[in-house]
């Protein structure tokens, strides 16, 4: 259902930054502004950006094969990584390149009242990809933090929407200030300036998701405290059995390996002990449904 939950989010941001980048193109025709080009491009981006997502969503559900044994969970991360690098490239450095072409051979505007009525519009529309985000986000995570959420999340897809909404509303109210100063002082340096800050916005977004992509593509451990529990489901099935050395790793949204020793206490006859680890096992699914993948060894010699 969350997978579902993530694709229906992803689906919602790509409609509304479709629409917002189509208007804002218009808009920067319009009235010149580079501030407002700069959106255009960062939303275009973005529209692309949703497509890499899904492209990472569909190719993650692959099922096992014998060149991936453990799936291809991955796969989310590899393009959410894509995401991260348009945006710094496509989104952030257009818009500073943009800002600074504009101020060295800057441009009077024109109708800029076009160019703010559009930003105004952008913003009301982005705010409804927004919404959906939060709440999805809220009914994973109650009562967590987003940045605590974002740091420790799994789930990609959600938090590259999250991102690129919260940097969207934020270039979009860097843009509005810098269009109406221009507007009001007749100065268009104000409009170049607020390209270029759009820009860096983008950049800082995009570095805080490749260091984010980066220690998941690399082997993150999740956030959640499975030693603890699994040690007393062990408890539980082997009588003075115990966790010996734990390893957890986020292989793909929502999905966890977990490899395990564990001390055979009392139990002595190994078909019995084999037994005992697959009652583990079972619990463990049943506790943890995160948990696709995990490895039980018993230690003799511990």
């Given at each position: 259902?969350?997978?579902?939950?993530?694709?229906?989010?992803?689906?919602?941001?790509?409609?509304?930054?479709?629409?917002?980048?189509?208007?804002?193109?218009?808009?920067?025709?319009?009235?010149?502004?580079?501030?407002?080009?700069?959106?255009?491009?960062?939303?275009?981006?973005?529209?692309?950006?949703?497509?890499?997502?899904?492209?990472?969503?569909?190719?993650?559900?692959?099922?096992?094969?014998?060149?991936h044994p453990l799936g291809h969970g991955r796969e989310s991360f590899f393009w959410s990584f894509l995401v991260a690098m348009l945006l710094f490239s496509l989104g952030g450095?257009?818009?500073?390149?943009?800002?600074?072409?504009?101020?060295?051979?800057?441009?009077?505007?024109?109708?800029?009242?076009?160019?703010?009525?559009?930003?105004?519009?952008?913003?009301?529309?982005?705010?409804?990809?927004?919404?959906?985000?939060?709440?999805?986000?809220?009914?994973?995570?109650?009562?967590?933090?987003?940045?605590?959420?974002?740091?420790?999340?799994?789930?990609?897809?959600?938090?590259?929407?999250?991102?690129?909404?919260?940097?969207?509303?934020?270039?979009?109210?860097?843009?509005?200030?810098?269009?109406?100063?221009?507007?009001?002082?007749?100065?268009?340096?104000?409009?170049?300036?607020?390209?270029?800050?759009?820009?860096?916005?983008?950049?800082?977004?995009?570095?805080?998701?490749?260091?984010?992509?980066?220690?998941?593509?690399i082997g993150q451990a999740p956030s959640e405290d499975y030693r603890s529990e699994i040690d007393a489901l062990v408890a539980a099935e082997i009588p003075g059995g115990r966790?010996?050395?734990?390893?957890?790793?986020?292989?793909?949204?929502?999905?966890?390996?977990?490899?395990?020793?564990?001390?055979?206490?009392?139990?002595?006859?190994?078909?019995?002990?084999?037994?005992?680890?697959?009652?583990?096992?079972?619990?463990?699914?049943?506790?943890?449904?995160?948990?696709?993948?995990?490895?039980?060894?018993?230690?003799?010699?511990?």
């Open positions: 259902m969350s997978s579902a939950e993530s694709a229906r989010v992803v689906l919602v941001a790509f409609g509304a930054n479709l629409g917002i980048a189509f208007a804002k193109f218009v808009g920067a025709f319009f009235s010149g502004s580079a501030a407002l080009l700069a959106e255009a491009i960062h939303s275009l981006v973005d529209t692309a950006n949703q497509v890499l997502l899904l492209i990472g969503h569909r190719a993650a559900r692959q099922p096992p094969g014998e060149r450095m257009a818009a500073i390149y943009e800002g600074v072409h504009k101020l060295r051979s800057p441009e009077p505007l024109s109708t800029p009242w076009v160019g703010l009525a559009i930003l105004v519009v952008s913003i009301a529309l982005e705010c409804v990809s927004y919404r959906a985000c939060i709440k999805e986000i809220r009914r994973r995570r109650p009562g967590v933090g987003l940045w605590t959420w974002f740091r420790r999340s799994s789930s990609v897809e959600l938090a590259v929407v999250f991102m690129e909404d919260t940097a969207a509303l934020a270039g979009l109210g860097v843009a509005v200030v810098a269009l109406s100063a221009a507007w009001m002082t007749g100065n268009p340096s104000f409009d170049a300036a607020g390209s270029i800050a759009v820009g860096a916005v983008l950049v800082v977004v995009a570095v805080l998701l490749a260091l984010k992509i980066k220690s998941l593509l966790v010996l050395r734990l390893a957890a790793i986020i292989t793909g949204v929502d999905e966890v390996m977990i490899a395990y020793k564990v001390h055979p206490g009392q139990l002595k006859d190994v078909a019995v002990l084999i037994e005992a680890c697959n009652r583990v096992e079972a619990a463990v699914k049943a506790r943890f449904p995160k948990v696709r993948w995990q490895f039980i060894e018993p230690d003799f010699e511990a």
